[in-house]
């Protein structure tokens, strides 16, 4: 596991979106990166579908 450096403004972003999402802030940053990954992967997708694609693959690891 390594150490992430990110702005301020961003860490106080993710520790309020990970209340409203009960999650952790080191989730809540985890799952920003992964939703970023897919749509990258997939640029034509809509949100909904990369969060059906990303929970598919974490039931998939589990």
């Known amino acids: 596991m390594g150490i992430v450096k990110i702005d301020d403004v961003l860490h106080e972003e993710?520790?309020?979106?990970?209340?409203?999402?009960?999650?952790?802030?080191?989730?809540?940053?985890?799952f920003w990166m992964k939703i970023g990954m897919f749509a990258e992967?997939?640029?034509t997708s809509s949100f909904i579908e990369i969060?059906?694609?990303?929970?598919?693959?974490?039931?998939?690891?589990?």
């Open 14 to 30: 993710a520790r309020r979106a990970s209340v409203v999402m009960c999650r952790s802030i080191n989730a809540q940053a985890e």
């Open 51 to 62: 969060v059906a694609m990303q929970r598919a693959e974490t039931r998939a690891a589990a």
């Open 41 to 43: 992967a997939h640029p």
